[in-house]
């Protein structure tokens, strides 16, 4: 599942989204900070969204420390780009943790400090309000609400 793995890392770099759906399960399962737990064709969308979003900009992913087995893998990877809504430079640093089915992945975690990528996209702001709960549940509603509004143009 190394290979799985590598591939969908290498196709995010590229910012091709297609390539990184055709690695997941049509029951995918989803989670991260920033959207919180999506499902389906949901999680396909929002690397569909992501990627279109970064085309033509200064958009970088590098992964490392793979391993995986039949049925599990984990990894590490970085992403390096401008936050388009202030305009701020991030270099977010993630563990994604992954569970794999019929050859292809069915859930797929990744963990980031959300206060410490709050302050470097959003400033000061971010470093106030960034760690609270208040901030990931506004954030995970802003973000589900992107993707609902993208998902009438894919």
């Not at 399960?25 to 989670?31: L, N, R, W, Y």
């Not at 920033?34 to 929002?46: I, T």
């Not at 279109?52 to 590098?62: A, L, N």
């Not at 430079?89 to 069915?106: L, M, Q, R």
């Amino acid at each position: 599942m190394d290979d799985l793995l590598g591939k969908f890392y290498k196709a995010f770099n590229e910012l091709d989204a297609e390539a990184m759906a055709s690695c997941y399960h049509d029951d995918i399962v989803f989670e991260d900070p920033a959207f919180g737990v999506l499902k389906g064709e949901r999680v396909k969308n929002m690397w569909r969204m992501l990627c279109r979003s970064q085309k033509d900009k200064d958009f970088k992913v590098v992964f490392y420390d793979i391993q995986a087995n039949e049925n599990s893998g984990d990894a590490k990877w970085e992403a390096f780009y401008t936050f388009s809504k202030t305009g701020r430079k991030v270099h977010n640093k993630i563990a994604a943790h992954f569970e794999f089915k019929d050859g292809k992945i069915s859930k797929h975690t990744d963990d980031f400090n959300l206060h410490h990528w709050a302050k470097q996209a959003l400033g000061f702001k971010g470093l106030l309000l960034g760690g609270t709960g208040f901030f990931k549940k506004k954030l995970n509603k802003q973000t589900n609400y992107l993707l609902t509004k993208s998902e009438e143009t894919l």
